[in-house]
């Protein structure tokens, strides 16, 4: 197992022998430049183009354009296709949930009211009329 500190002591070594490799690679083409051994690789052309490459080249750019446009056809008739899949979807889905509150209502299944919700309806009910009853004594 490699410690943290290990690891910085690998890569500095691995950093130190690149750099090292580098330094000798450039000494040794200054070297040769000074003896005016490189060859100057720029001056010679290398003929080396056949006749039918171009020919290749262009079928496969159609075919490619082809194929890409086919492509965006396809993908643009999934897209249609799906969205109106999932929009006639959504709309049976609303009306079976529109059909189904509706049948609730229609089997007269209410939910009670809880007890504590009644006193609570009741006690407003009381002081509204207290209120009331204030108010009436007051203006007269």
């Given amino acids: 197992?490699?410690?943290?500190?290990?690891?910085?002591?690998i890569l500095l070594v691995l950093f130190f022998a690149s750099l090292?490799?580098?330094?000798f690679m450039i000494g040794k083409r200054l070297v040769l430049l000074k003896q005016e051994k490189i060859l100057n690789l720029n001056e010679e052309k290398v003929a080396f183009e056949l006749p039918y490459l171009k020919e290749i080249k262009h079928l496969t750019v159609t075919n490619i354009k082809k194929h890409g446009y086919a492509f965006l056809v396809m993908i643009i008739r999934f897209y249609v296709r799906g969205t109106n899949?999932?929009?006639n979807k959504y709309e049976e889905i609303k009306i079976k949930i529109k059909n189904r509150s509706q049948q609730n209502n229609l089997n007269g299944e209410k939910k009670e009211i809880s007890k504590f919700l009644k006193i609570i309806g009741d006690y407003k009910n009381k002081i509204r009329e207290i209120k009331h009853k204030i108010n009436k004594e007051e203006n007269l």
């Fill in 1 to 9: 197992m490699i410690l943290p500190n290990q690891m910085y002591y």
């Fill in 85 to 87: 899949l999932l929009k």
């Fill in 20 to 23: 090292f490799s580098i330094i």
